[in-house]
């Protein structure tokens, strides 16, 4: 069974950092690439980064680009985001997602979610 | 890119079929077969229900279906019934490399 398993939210001021964890389980990690996605309160779904299975393609939503940095670690099965110089609006539940296999863009394992509050 | 298009709500009586569109542009749904869908019921992850545009995965309800037409995605469900009563997303891969949502669609089963 598919596991994904994020970490790491919690409250921040404005202007402060926070690194997001995923932990992966049942598939194998390197094959697969991988999407952060995030949900404010009340509102829908955003997709925000994606990273290939070996890190060598990675992707930003406008809104995030130059702040937040995603990576991998397929030793430790572990997915991650770096948010920097972060606002109120980065306010939200960040899922890790999974891409489907061979090259798709669809998301087709989910997590729970972690919950950043960026407030002062 | 901006938010593909989704009515904000809709409803329909059980057993009865409702559709939810989805419209985005030449440079996500018209250019490319890479439209999904997902399920999201309150306080939990979103759920695929469809890919590449009217495929279901495994396990997904065959009351779920879905097409294409030019810039515009549609969902369809069939034989409404309580348990379908959920958000429902529609996301599209655009020129750009990256993935587009829409802005979801509150389905009330009356």
């Not at chain 1, 670690?73 to 985001?81: C, F």
């Not at chain 2, 969902?75 to 655009?94: K, P, W």
Request: net charge negative; with cysteine; aromatic share 12%.
């Amino acid at each position: 069974e598919v596991l994904l398993v994020e970490s790491g939210g919690g409250l921040v001021q404005p202007g402060g950092s926070l690194k997001l964890s995923c932990a992966a389980s049942g598939f194998t990690f390197r094959d697969y690439s991988m999407n952060w996605v995030r949900q404010a309160p009340g509102k829908g779904l955003e997709w925000i980064s994606y990273i290939s299975g070996r890190s060598t393609t990675i992707f930003y939503t406008d809104s995030v680009m130059g702040r937040f940095t995603i990576s991998r670690d397929n030793a430790q099965n572990s997915l991650y985001l770096q948010m920097n110089s972060l606002r109120d609006e980065d306010t939200a539940l960040y899922y890790c997602a999974r891409d489907g296999s061979g090259g798709s863009y669809f998301l087709d394992s989910w997590g729970l979610g972690t919950l950043v509050t960026v407030s002062s | 890119h901006s938010a593909l298009t989704q009515p904000a709500s809709v409803s329909g009586s059980p057993g009865q079929s409702i559709t939810i569109s989805c419209t985005g542009t030449s440079s996500d749904i018209g250019g490319y077969n890479y439209v999904s869908w997902y399920q999201q019921h309150p306080g939990k992850a979103p759920k695929l229900i469809i890919f590449d545009f009217s495929n279901r995965p495994a396990g997904v309800s065959d009351r779920f279906s879905a097409s294409k037409s030019g810039n515009t995605a549609s969902l369809t469900i069939s034989g409404l019934q309580a348990e379908d009563e959920s958000d429902y997303y529609c996301s599209s891969y655009t020129d750009s490399s990256t993935l587009v949502f829409g802005g979801g669609t509150k389905l009330t089963v009356l």
